[in-house]
């Protein structure tokens, strides 16, 4: 065998992974697909776990995890990260005039069927888009309409349980499920509230 047939075989074998790697869609447990077909846009259609084909060069696949996800609200998260999920402490007025920092999880999951529209109408970057805006709001808001003893002391699930109706009147319409809403820290801070 020549070295030019050696060098045809090489690139036969390159070309053909290449084409099979684009055929195939491998979607994992807890994740789902979605197509972009350059004819058609996002296709509808949610890619379920398992193994499915697709257009090599005309469709692209992406990933979207469809798992319980836990948006941590505390003062190790590192704000530089803007697509990862979580944020600082939330800085709020309570309804007595205390200025504090809130921290706590946001337990999340994506709606399979909307995954689709969310790629199409929002993109990737939902989180920086939607989700921490709305959460730093609502969360603003809410605790705004309870006095500091109360959100500390023995309202403290009634604030979660506004604060989850609030954000499921937001986010059901994008897509986005509000499975619970856990307060863990409201600590009195001196300095002036951000906003």
């Known amino acids: ?10 690139m036969y074998s390159f070309v053909m992974e290449d ?6 869609i491998h979607v994992q447990p807890g994740y789902v697909a979605c ?10 259609k949610v890619l379920t776990p398992g193994l499915h084909l697709k257009v090599p060069f005309w469709q692209k696949a992406k990933l979207f995890n469809t798992q319980t996800l836990e948006y941590d609200i505390t003062g ?5 990260h803007e697509r990862a999920l979580g944020d600082v402490p939330v800085p709020a007025v309570t309804h007595d005039g205390d200025k504090v ?5 946001i337990l999340l999951r994506l709606d399979m069927k909307k995954i689709p529209e969310i790629w199409q109408n929002i993109g ?9 805006p709305t959460i730093r709001s609502r969360m603003r808001m809410v605790i ?6 109360d959100i500390v002391g023995s309202k403290r699930q009634h604030v979660e349980a506004k604060l989850q109706k609030e954000l499921e009147s937001i986010f059901a319409e994008r897509g986005i499920m509000v499975e619970n809403v856990l307060l863990s820290e409201v600590s009195s ?6 906003h």
């Open 76 to 80: 190790e998260f590192n704000p530089h």
């Open 101 to 105: 920092e809130v921290e706590g999880t």
């Open 35 to 44: 197509v972009y077909d350059l004819g058609r846009g996002v296709l509808k």
């Open 1 to 10: 065998m020549s070295s030019q047939d050696s060098i045809d075989k090489m």
């Open 124 to 132: 990737e970057d939902f989180v920086e888009k939607i989700v921490r």
């Open 144 to 149: 705004s309409e309870f006095n500091h003893d």
């Open 189 to 194: 801070h001196s300095s002036h509230v951000k």
């Open 19 to 24: 084409v099979l790697k684009g055929l195939f």
